[in-house]
């Protein structure tokens, strides 16, 4: 989220900032496959044409049952990084709305999960996945204009450490993360439509996990 008043240099810092928590994964991982190079080329050499047969000599049922016996020792999934669909989750129903309990890993939260995770996988979601730092984006006013902050990646880590007790809350944090937004940029401003862009994202979506049920 970036101010009205300079939100080009605003947004140009957060795509830096994001950028480099990219590449430093990457940097990282290629200093250590520079390391290992030696040790791979040695290994093929030795048991090159023994490695081979062994791994064709393995069954698939085997592999499915060694899955399995992991995702019985471990049901509860990790929420950061885990797709989770309407079919991993047995007897699903969702009726109620957005006043539902949210019962820790139970239908509801589940939903909320698959919700969150769908707008951090959006394009834009690096503009609102951090909370806003005044003074990196040079932008003293944001707190005078804007009372009661939120951001997606905020919003994940309540809804995995339980803080939700309702899906509504749940909701209106993610809201409150793209009004904030369309409050501090003007309209027709880039991250003006992008908060404007995903918001209606989430409100569709939200609506199919959520159907309102007729009395």
Known sequence: MSPSNGSNVALTTIRENHLTRLRRP??????????????KELERTISGVSKRQRLRDVDESTLCDEKAEISATNPIPNLACTSISK???PNFSMQSSSDTP????????FACVRLIQALLAHDYAWVFEDPVDPSLLKIPDYYQLIKNPMDLGTIQRF?????YSL?????????RTFDNALLYNDEGSEVHAMALNLKQKFVLDFDKEFPIVPH
Do not use: I, N
Request: net charge positive.
């Open 26 to 39: 990457l940097e990282l991982k290629k200093k250590q496959d520079h390391c290992r190079t030696p040790f």
């Open 87 to 89: 079919e991993s989750c």
């Open 102 to 109: 949210l019962t820790p890993y139970g239908a509801a939260h």
């Open 159 to 163: 809804l995995s450490s339980r803080k």
């Open 167 to 175: 899906v509504e809350e749940f909701k209106s944090d993610v809201l």
